[in-house]
């Protein structure tokens, strides 16, 4: 078994490089007033819980995890952004 690999790259957005002025100004401005700076590089969310997803994993044959049969989000558990 294997996982997808990223190889294709799309267009870069009109205001990426916006973006990342806007972020270093806000860091030199908490450095400067000697607060710390914490840095999250985040793509998606997923769901907290059993839910399906489009990963796989060896199971026994036969006995396949088990999991919600609908995708709403535990209120109690919520969503998380997955660390690679």
Request: net charge neutral.
């Amino acid at each position: 078994m294997q996982g997808n690999q990223k190889t294709k790259e799309g267009a870069s957005h009109p205001d990426r490089d916006a973006q990342f002025k806007y972020i270093n100004d806000r860091v030199q401005s908490f450095q400067q007033r000697e607060q710390p700076v914490v840095s999250v590089d985040t793509k998606k969310k997923e769901l907290v819980g059993d839910f399906k997803n489009s990963g796989k994993e060896w199971q026994p044959k036969g006995e396949p995890e088990p999991v919600g049969v609908y995708d709403f989000i535990d209120k109690e558990l919520g969503k998380v952004n997955p660390c690679q």
